[in-house]
């Protein structure tokens, strides 16, 4: 067997750990009791015991939602989609849904990917830093209301705009640690708007159809001239210089440019 340095030695192993074919394992010196399949198994099964060991911790509700063996499952059949990324957890946390779009056995559970989005967006920002979210009220007081239209307004860094069919906040909120309530859910409770930032704490707020429409346009870096103009098209009925202000007042406007 030939020998190899360190580097050549690591990328080995991880090219065992991903495919078993026989070039990936020639370097494996045959044991009296293991074959090399069987000992670089030791360690693919001990990787991929820890990769859904973290998916779980990340997707609770839907864990909770499917059960344990249909979870795992999924997160195998995912892990064997994508061997090349194994055993890159964000990348297998950030796929996982979109690919719950793809599982046969949880079609029947159409909310579920929507539901795992909200979990990991959640999972994202509670591992962020806290951020300052409110606008410098001063700042904006000194310029002339005119020039509105020529501004840029932010939201709040590492904010999420999540929207859905289904009542995820709700379905998400039934199935927290020491939820206590009715479990009821009506799905056909309507559309679900969100924005999930984090403040001090992760805070995710559920916002009208009018106020979901604002922010989005306000997230699209645009003038302000121009978002009214697109929400007077969209939302004629809509107020707003009323969306606007309460939109600052809860912290959902964080600053401000020239466009």
């Given at each position: 067997m030939k020998i190899m340095?360190?580097?050549?030695?690591?990328?080995?192993?991880?090219?065992?750990?991903?495919?078993?074919?026989?070039?990936?394992?020639?370097?494996?010196?045959?044991?009296?009791?293991?074959?090399?399949?069987?000992?670089?198994?030791?360690?693919?099964?001990?990787?991929?015991?820890?990769?859904?060991?973290?998916?779980?911790?990340?997707?609770?509700?839907?864990?909770?939602?499917?059960?344990?063996?249909?979870?795992?499952?999924?997160?195998?059949?995912?892990?064997d989609a994508f061997p090349d990324q194994f055993p890159e957890i964000n990348f297998f946390a950030k796929q996982f849904p979109l690919f719950l779009q793809e599982i046969k056995a949880v079609q029947h559970l159409a909310y579920l990917s929507d539901v795992a989005q909200l979990e990991w967006t959640y999972h994202r920002m509670h591992y962020s830093d806290p951020i300052a979210t409110a606008i410098d009220l001063r700042e904006l007081s000194q310029i002339d209301e005119s020039q509105y239209g020529r501004l840029c307004f932010h939201l709040p860094a590492n904010c999420t705009l999540l929207s859905s069919l289904y009542p995820i906040l709700r379905i998400w909120q039934v199935n927290q640690p020491g939820f206590q309530g009715s479990q009821v859910v009506h799905l056909d409770e309507g559309e679900c708007r969100l924005l999930i930032y984090r403040a001090e704490n992760v805070e995710i707020a559920q916002l009208t159809p009018e106020m979901f429409a604002l922010l989005v346009l306000l997230h699209q870096q645009k003038s302000f001239e121009w978002v009214c103009e697109s929400m007077s098209i969209q939302n004629p009925e809509a107020d707003i210089p009323l969306l606007f202000q309460e939109a600052i007042q809860q912290g959902w406007i964080s600053g401000f440019e020239s466009c």
């Open positions: 340095d360190l580097k050549h030695l690591q990328q080995a192993f991880c090219n065992a750990l991903m495919t078993s074919s026989e070039k990936s394992l020639s370097w494996i010196s045959s044991h009296a009791h293991l074959a090399p399949e069987a000992q670089i198994s030791i360690y693919r099964n001990s990787i991929l015991g820890r990769v859904i060991k973290v998916l779980s911790a990340t997707f609770p509700v839907c864990l909770a939602l499917v059960g344990e063996p249909c979870f795992r499952a999924i997160c195998r059949s995912l892990i």
